[in-house]
């Protein structure tokens, strides 16, 4: 082939094989594929036949990195073309001849795709058509295998410790894991079930029957700790496992009966209706699950010494030998009297056994809020005093009775303080210092008639609020708490209701508007405020109290204040 043909212009590798005999192409096509063709125009009709066409339809965008066709390709290249081609790669030659053999040679293997679009450029031909669709290459090696669904350090470290507690027959068969709000309490306790349950299943043999109780008193935190247990079985999990709802307003679920190995998540007040029940099927339910119980979970554990709940915790674990007992609080204590008898007998009733926040070596962490913080899992508190020219005036007599019996001594002062004008204008300008900030606020008032006259001023003012209360109707509930998550709502007011099981990232700032004397309760609503950026919080949230409130502490001299009596019991 002369120079001068190799000095067109080719539009598309179809021209230049043209230009390759007919004999070549069938070569490069396959003889089955001609030969099929040919006996097909014998059977049928005489029909055109477009070899080229074929060619690019069988190799499609690979064409020119099959070996067969680039050698014939190169083989037919004009001089000029070769020389190009060969000077590009920087290979020395004596001739053309000696030019194409090299291309030949050193064009396949590593170096085909690198020759090719070598001769796509040579020729002017349009790379879309014929560089292949680039293709994902992972070729890098990692060394770490990282879990999905990981806990963290703390969170694996206190797992690992309640696991290896629970499978020593030895050990004392009751404890309490002790974890701040916003550490992720149900995220680990799942963990710890999950693993307890793979090992019992292990342990027991052939014998596979096992049955955990997740024991809560709201619906809210009985739905949590359901959707992360099977978010956790669905990773973790060796073998299928039931699931039953007894809270709220799920039915008795008669497949009860008939599961072997089941996680049943359970309200105390759907219990407690069980127990008291003379319906044949709640009664079949209940010997059910006594006779079949393995390890009972108690959410919010520091609510177990209350009548009801302490009621149900003992049917279930002192119905027969070997059941064991788990309490999840972010406050071990029932009242901020140390004195008091109550805090003694919740430890007690544990076994005096808590299981706090340790390092990778075992060693307990002494600041667990401040550890957090820095790891920003809390977020930190920025906290601020709102003065109030109410004056809270006790006698001895009632300070006493305060510290005896805890706010339910505090219904007058609270009712005062709800209806005082000077106060509300307090806390309604702060709100309004706060919405002008774009910030998302959540109040914890006096009483339910507070959250109302709260809600009617700031209507006053212009500001949207809503309220939530025990009286609340669940569709207006969820539709004001789903508002205030998605920031269409910014004040959110509420009264006894959101002090647990309430997790809003958006939360900017947090005012508690009501005196109590509960370091448990105080603790509480002030970890609403406790989310940090790790766990799609804040770095930093603002507290803002009224200055009627009793002082309780800082956020890590509360989680820290019941230790004396666990270590002492």
Request: contains cysteine; negative net charge; aromatic residues 10%.
């Amino acid at each position: 082939m002369s120079d001068e043909s190799g000095q067109k212009q080719f539009d598309s590798i179809s021209i230049y094989l043209k230009y390759i005999t007919e004999g070549n192409l069938r070569d490069l096509i396959g003889q089955n594929i001609c030969d099929a063709i040919v006996n097909y125009n014998i059977f049928i009709n005489k029909i055109q036949v477009d070899y080229v066409e074929i060619l690019e339809n069988k190799y499609g965008k690979s064409l020119l990195f099959e070996k067969s066709v680039f050698a014939k390709l190169i083989i037919f290249l004009p001089d000029k073309k070769v020389k190009e081609i060969a000077q590009d790669f920087g290979l020395k030659f004596k001739d053309t001849d000696d030019a194409r053999e090299k291309i030949i040679t050193k064009g396949f293997g590593y170096k085909t795709f690198e020759f090719s679009k070598s001769i796509i450029a040579v020729l002017n031909l349009n790379p879309d058509e014929f560089l292949p669709d680039p293709i994902e290459v992972i070729d890098e090696f990692e060394n770490k295998v990282k879990p999905n669904f990981s806990l963290h350090n703390y969170q694996k470290n206190i797992k690992d410790v309640v696991v290896k507690n629970l499978l020593n027959p030895r050990f004392t068969d009751r404890m309490l894991v002790h974890m701040p709000t916003g550490s992720g309490k149900t995220k680990t306790a799942m963990e710890i079930s999950s693993d307890y349950l793979r090992c019992k299943s292990v342990l027991g043999g052939f014998d596979k029957k096992v049955l955990i109780i997740w024991l809560a008193h709201s619906k809210e935190l009985c739905d949590q700790a359901l959707e992360t247990f099977v978010n956790t079985w669905k990773l973790r999990g060796d073998y299928e496992i039931d699931i039953f709802k007894l809270y709220g307003d799920n039915d008795y679920d008669e497949k009860i009966l008939d599961t072997d190995r089941a996680f049943l998540f359970v309200g105390f007040q759907k219990f407690n209706a069980m127990i008291a029940s003379k319906n044949p099927i709640q009664r079949k339910i209940k010997e059910k699950i006594l006779n079949s119980i393995n390890l009972v979970v108690v959410d919010e554990a520091h609510k177990s010494l209350a009548s009801t709940y302490e009621k149900s915790i003992k049917l279930l674990t002192e119905n027969s030998a070997g059941i064991q007992l788990i309490g999840l609080t972010a406050t071990p204590g029932r009242s901020s009297n140390t004195e008091d008898g109550e805090n003694n007998y919740l430890a007690e009733f544990f076994n005096s056994t808590k299981i706090g926040m340790v390092d990778d070596f075992g060693i307990p962490i002494e600041n667990p809020i401040n550890y957090l913080q820095e790891l920003k899992i809390l977020a930190k508190i920025d906290r601020e005093v709102l003065m109030s020219d109410v004056q809270i005036k006790l006698t001895e007599k009632e300070l006493k009775d305060l510290k005896l019996y805890g706010d339910e001594k505090l219904g007058k002062i609270l009712n005062d303080l709800a209806s005082n004008p000077g106060r509300n204008k307090i806390i309604i300008d702060k709100i309004r210092e706060l919405i002008d900030k774009d910030e998302s606020t959540l109040i914890f008032a006096c009483n339910v008639e507070h959250c109302i006259i709260l809600q009617t001023l700031l209507k006053a003012t212009g500001i949207e609020s809503g309220t939530i209360l025990s009286s609340t109707a669940k569709i207006d509930r969820e539709n004001s708490i789903s508002k205030f998550k998605s920031g269409e709502l910014k004040v959110l007011i509420n009264y006894g209701v959101l002090t647990t099981g309430f997790d809003a990232p958006v939360l900017n700032a947090l005012i508690i508007a009501r005196p109590t004397s509960s370091l448990v309760l105080y603790s509480q609503m002030v970890g609403r405020a406790l989310r940090g950026t790790f766990n799609g919080g804040n770095e930093r949230n603002k507290l803002i109290d009224v200055m009627d409130n009793f002082h309780l502490g800082n956020e890590s001299q509360m989680f820290n204040f019941y230790d004396e009596i666990w270590n002492n019991t």
